[in-house]
C-alpha cells in the first residue's frame, strides 16, 4: 500500500511487533492519519540529514593521508578501484583482481579473489555487496573485512583456518552505476536502482529508470507481490528476469567457479541474518543448518559490540521476495549456504549511517562472518 502511494520503504516490518521505516515526502500528514499507524519520527528532515552525512564525511576524507586508505570514510567508485589495485599490488601472491562483467554506462563490475593456495578445486566462498546503491555501509564493510582478512592471515587462529580452507571472491560494488549516481549530488544519495535504460514499452512509457537488482534474478521472477511491477517503485523487477547486465554478469561468474559452498550478500539496514527462502514460507530440507549456523553467526556478531541480530528465512522475518540473490543461488546455483546480511543499525540513521561506525560494523561482520564459515565447514 506505501509504495502504491509513492512512498520509499526504507525497511520492512521483521514481526508482528516489530517497525517499518519509510520516507514520506513533505505535507503527507493526511495520509499518515489515514493510516492509522503509531509512528515515530527517526529523522525529521531527510535531505538535511542527507547534506550533513556528505559534508561530514567529505571532511574526513580531505583529511585523510595521501597514502594510507582511510577505512573510516565512505569512498567514492574511482577510490574503491584503487583500493582493489593496490590491494592486489601490496598481496600479490594471494589476491587477484577479475573482471566479472560491465554495466549500462559502461563501468566495469570487479571481483577480488583471495587464495593463499594453488591447490584446485578448493571451496569456494562468495561475498557481494551494494545490489542496492545507497547501501554505503555494506562495501564500506566489506573493504574494511577483506582488508583484515589479509593482514591478519597467518596470525590470527581463525582467519587463518578459514583462509588456509577457502578461496573467497568478494565483489565489493555489484550495482556500479547505481553507487556512482549516489554520489553525484544531496538529491542523488538516496538512490537503490541501477541506472538502466527504459528498453520495454512500459518502461518508456513510464518514463523512469532502473532496476531493483535484488528483484531481477530468475528465480520465481513472475510470481505475484513479491516485487513490483511498476518501473517507478524502488523494487520494479525489470522487464524480465535477468534483464540486467549486472544481475547477468554476477550470476555467470559465481557459477563458473566449482566447489561452491557459501554466498553471502550483504545490504544494510536493520540488523538481519536472512536465508532462503523468500518466495514462500516453510522449511527448507538444510533449515536445521541455516538456523545453527545463523545462531553461531549472530552469537558472534553480538560478542563484538554487543549488536543485536534477529535471524530467520526471508519470508518470515521481512516479507514475500522475488527475484532475490539468495534463493537464485541457493536453488539455481545450488549454493547450500546462501544467506544475507543486513548490517548497522535499526532506522535511527538508516542508510545514512555515520562514518565512524564502518569500522565497529566491519569488525561485528567479520567476526560473524568467521563463525558463519566455520559452521561451513564443519557442516557440509
Known amino acids: ?216 534474478f530468475r528465480i520465481r521472477w513472475a510470481a505475484k507481490n513479491g516485487a513490483s511491477p511498476d518501473p517507478c517503485s524502488v523494487t520494479y523487477k525489470g522487464s524480465r528476469g535477468f534483464s540486467e547486465l549486472e544481475t547477468r554478469a554476477m550470476t555467470n561468474f559465481v557459477k563458473s567457479i566449482g566447489n561452491r559452498v557459501a554466498f553471502v550478500d550483504i545490504h544494510s539496514y536493520g540488523q538481519l541474518l536472512l536465508y532462503p527462502l523468500g518466495y514462500r514460507g516453510g522449511r527448507t530440507i538444510d533449515d536445521m543448518d541455516f538456523r545453527a549456523s545463523a545462531q553461531a553467526a549472530t552469537a558472534a556478531i553480538t560478542a563484538v559490540h554487543g549488536t543485536n541480530f534477529i535471524y530467520g528465512s526471508v519470508y518470515s522475518i521481512i516479507q514475500k521476495v522475488t527475484g532475490d540473490s539468495i534463493a537464485y543461488m541457493y536453488k539455481k546455483a545450488v549454493i547450500k549456504y546462501s544467506v544475507a546480511l543486513e548490517l548497522r543499525d535499526r532506522g535511527t540513521y538508516g542508510f545514512l549511517l555515520p562514518a565512524d561506525q564502518i569500522i565497529p560494523t566491519g569488525e561485528e561482520t567479520l567476526a560473524g562472518i568467521l563463525a558463519f564459515l566455520d559452521y561451513v565447514s564443519n557442516n557440509p
Open 1 to 216: 500500500m506505501l509504495e502504491n502511494n509513492g512512498i520509499d520503504v526504507w525497511r520492512s516490518s521483521s514481526g508482528p511487533n516489530s517497525s517499518l521505516d519509510f520516507m514520506l515526502p513533505p505535507d503527507m500528514d493526511a495520509m499518515m492519519d489515514s493510516l492509522a499507524l503509531t509512528y515515530t519520527v527517526q529523522i525529521p528532515d531527510v535531505e538535511k540529514a542527507v547534506q550533513i552525512s556528505l559534508i561530514s564525511n567529505e571532511q574526513a576524507r580531505l583529511q585523510s593521508s595521501a597514502t594510507t586508505f582511510n577505512y573510516a570514510v565512505y569512498h567514492p567508485m574511482s577510490e574503491i578501484y584503487q583500493w582493489m589495485s593496490d590491494t592486489q599490488a601490496v598481496y600479490s601472491s594471494y589476491v587477484t583482481i577479475m573482471d566479472i562483467g560491465s554495466t549500462n554506462d559502461g563501468n566495469d563490475i570487479k571481483a577480488l579473489k583471495v587464495s593463499v593456495s594453488s591447490d584446485a578445486n578448493r571451496p569456494a566462498v562468495f561475498i557481494e555487496s551494494a545490489l542496492h546503491a545507497r547501501e554505503w555501509v555494506s562495501p564500506a564493510s566489506v573493504l574494511w573485512m577483506t582488508n583484515e582478512l589479509l593482514q591478519q592471515y597467518g596470525t590470527d587462529a581463525d582467519v587463518t583456518a578459514i583462509l588456509d580452507e577457502f578461496d573467497i571472491y568478494i565483489i565489493p560494488v555489484v550495482n556500479v552505476d547505481g553507487y556512482i549516481y549516489s554520489w553525484l549530488s544531496s538529491n542523488t544519495r538516496l538512490w537503490r536502482k541501477n541506472r538502466d535504460d527504459p528498453r520495454s514499452a512500459k518502461e518508456i512509457r513510464s518514463g523512469c529508470i532502473g532496476t531493483d537488482l535484488n528483484r531481477n
